[in-house]
């Protein structure tokens, strides 16, 4: 196997801190869709039940949000969007097609994962702010009924969209071979980096932050 220059695309911290939010994510989720539809009230027994479960759904709801506003500000350096990125939208056929040539630079992440990010962030805060509002005993006596009612659509509704982007990122991490190394590992090889994030892997160079290792 030949040695390969190893770029550190992901810092202990930020793994720990997106595994951390992944698994409160699949907890909030599956204590929440024991109520979505009676089909589905089964999966209350991996809480201890109904009853735990709506006791523990809000808790993993919040802790879930703020893991997330923290990895949010970790990576918001890269996820700014820049001309670039939009010069780079206009070839995204080339990009799913992996026909790399002529496509423009970018920076660490591509539009689409900050796009993603942004509207996780959106779904996020939408989710806690219409989860108060039906949050038993505490808070939501302090709401009307129809108030209660609109927040019980609007959070089901905004669980969908949350739940179709999880899929979706799932399968992007899958498709891009490498990326889910990024994530548990931390390193992606310099070819890797060279071609997926063309801009971020020179700066890399430029600041002497790459490392040798092996492949």
Known sequence: MSRQQMILRHSTGERLNHWLVAILFILTGLSGLGFFHPAFYWLTSLFGGGTWARILHPFFGVILALCFLVLVARVWKDNRITSADWQWFKHLGEFLRNRPAGIPAIGKY?????LLTRVLL???????AS????????FAPEFSIEM????????????????????VHVYAAYWTRGAIRSMTRGWVTAAWARHHSTTWYQEMAETGKKSQGTA
């Open 148 to 167: 209660r009612r609109i927040a019980a659509v609007v959070h089901a509704f905004t669980a969908f969209v949350i739940l179709l982007c999880f899929i």
């Open 131 to 138: 989860g108060f509002l039906l949050w038993q005993p505490w």
């Open 110 to 114: 591509n539009l689409g994962q900050k």
């Open 122 to 128: 959106l779904c996020i805060l939408v989710l806690l």
